[in-house]
């Protein structure tokens, strides 16, 4: 089966930008999941999507940072304006709705360098 | 709240050598427990899990027990090779199904 599809791998701008992310979670994943990335550290919940509904964004920063998922399936997460410490790879996750403890299934993420 | 707890890196390591790689968590309830494997440029791949005290999850010759009495995760492989070489994560997830991960430990494995 195709894996989580995440674009674009790299992105470069600078403070005060806004930029986008998007995430094709795997067919047939309810659940999908954005996790901020930053170098030397685990990843951190930014918010779970069950269908389109969101289950949990009690960790975005709701002043720059905002995630859509239309229809139940593709999803973008947008900064705007963007901070030097945003600089991260920001990672989307998929599972089965009821599967979560089983794992989840990650794409390759987006790089996102902010100067 | 819930946490988990891992070795600091880099963990260094010869081929064929064995390799052990802690882990605790701090949790209410009973958590599912995984490993991650993270590859340069690429994202997170589970490696193993265990969803209940006592089990032991394991692939690709790695293996961890879920020690509930000691909250521990420990994974471990009793020889490592070049192609290991990655960022390993240890996680939690809640009954929210939220993870909660570790902060890494990068093993190095040299020839």
């Known amino acids: 089966e195709a894996g989580v599809a995440q674009s674009p791998r790299y992105k470069i701008i600078e403070k005060r930008q806004s930029v986008a992310f998007w995430c094709n979670p795997i067919?047939?994943?309810?659940?999908l999941y954005w996790y901020q990335q930053i170098l030397g550290q685990g990843p951190k919940l930014l918010i779970q999507f069950q269908n389109n509904g969101v289950v949990d964004d009690s960790q975005l920063p709701k002043d720059r940072f905002s995630a859509e998922r239309l229809k139940g399936v593709d999803s973008t997460l947008k900064i705007q304006p963007a901070k030097l410490e945003d600089s991260a790879v920001y990672l989307c996750a998929s599972s089965l709705p009821r599967q979560e403890s089983y794992g989840y299934t990650f794409g390759s993420g987006t790089r996102l360098t902010v100067v | 709240g819930d946490s988990v707890t891992q070795m600091e890196g880099p963990v260094t390591l010869s081929e064929e050598a064995f390799l052990t790689i802690n882990c605790t968590y701090t949790a209410t309830g009973y958590p599912s427990l995984f490993w991650y494997v993270q590859y340069p440029g690429e994202g997170l791949q589970l490696l193993l899990k265990a969803t209940k005290a006592d089990d032991k999850g394991s692939n690709k010759g790695f293996e961890a027990t879920y020690r509930k009495e000691t909250t521990s995760f420990h994974l471990e492989k009793g020889s490592v090779q070049v192609s290991d070489s990655a960022v390993y994560f240890c996680?939690?997830?809640?009954?929210?199904?939220?993870?909660?991960f570790g902060t890494g430990t990068r093993l190095k494995v040299l020839a």
């Open positions: 996680a939690l997830s809640d009954r929210t199904y939220k993870y909660i």
């Open positions: 067919s047939g994943h309810a659940t």
